[in-house]
């Protein structure tokens, strides 16, 4: 008896005409880092202690925090357009 399994390859498919900005950064020191809270358990105390740990130890000069309402929606356009305009880096992440 044969089995079949199916995979799924989750990458978004290119969008033709739009470019991605791409830039890698050279260390932390003086960056600032966003957070996007998914609003899982435990991602909030996950995130406080990271970004003290940035800031102490790598000399990151600036933490922003945003929650999204739950985990399974988006973030708003919003809270997107602050982080990047705002950040050097943003972490999307999850707790439990």
């Known amino acids: 008896m044969s089995a079949s399994v199916i995979l799924f390859d989750p990458t978004a498919p290119r969008q033709e005409g739009r470019q991605q900005a791409r830039r890698t950064l050279d260390g932390l020191a003086g960056a600032v880092v966003g957070f996007i809270d998914n ?3 435990n991602f909030d105390f996950l995130v406080d202690d990271l970004s003290a740990l940035l800031v102490s ?4 000069s600036r933490v922003i925090k945003r929650r999204k309402r739950s985990a399974s929606v988006p973030a708003s356009p919003e809270v997107y357009q602050e982080l990047a305009g705002e950040c050097d880096l943003v972490i999307t992440g999850s707790g439990d």
């Open 57 to 60: 130890r790598y000399g990151v």
């Open 39 to 41: 609003a899982k358990p």
